[in-house]
């Protein structure tokens, strides 16, 4: 079922309502051989039962089927408004070995996710940012919606700069009703000065500090985390344009120490604010960035 799953896979669907329907369907299929069966429709409709709780609420026949206590949880404890936003920056276009590049690979896990929410009828919305906060669906529920938020991923690409750090400030005082906001984003500064992971983890805090789960998607191209280069490279940025020369081979043990560190610090930031960190890169099957969700989705109840 990985293979399915797989961006390679994935990549000879050109329509992504398709491939998003594939990964999800794909996806719940493989619960069911899984240590995690039966936890899809656990996480949707039922929730253990808790010292305190009104016994007349336990779920009888849930019990009967799992010798264990649980209790239908009322629509409003179910619910929850989630908003999806994605990096439009020019770096998330890279790619070097895989078909699929950062931002496809975020679109097409955006997509899924849609679905994903919506068959839980949660309301989902979707905002874009490179400099600035770009295109707002809101969040709605009906399955109408989903059509909306393809068609929006569809039409988008990356091309310009980022601030993402103003953006995460700005987006949390935009967002009033406690959500769900997940940040797709390969978290690369502009320069060395802007964007560094301290001004990041810090803007992710005003977002924990209004009361929002967060969950970070940091999608990194598998050249980006492997390295795969020899011999003499130029490289250029591709938001700045500025090219540098190295001996690839030489620079590499540098070049992965220095990866090493910069997933460090966002993996720590996150845990000390409890925001649920994802490292991922192009060649990782949808199915372990899906199951994160569902984990983490979860254990708000």
Known sequence: MTALLSPESLQQIKRLDLRARMVVKGFLQGLHSSPFHGFSVQFSEHRRYNRGDDPKLIDWLAYAKTDKYFIKRFEAETNLTAYLVIDLSKS?????QQTMNKFEYCTCLAASLTYLMTM???????ITFDEKMQARLPARSRR???GDVMGQLSKLKPTGKTDLAACIIQLAAMLKQHSLVILFSD?????DDEGAPEEIISALARLKHGGHDVIVFHVMDEAEVNFPYEGPVQFEDSESGETVSVDATGFRDDYLQQIEVFRDAYREGCNNLRVDYVPLDTSM???KALTEYLIQRQSRF
């Open 285 to 287: 099957p949808f199915d």
């Open 144 to 146: 109408g919606h989903i």
């Open 92 to 96: 998330m276009g890279f790619t070097e």
């Open 120 to 126: 839980q009828q949660d309301p989902v919305g979707l």
């Open 187 to 191: 978290l690369l500064p502009t320069t």
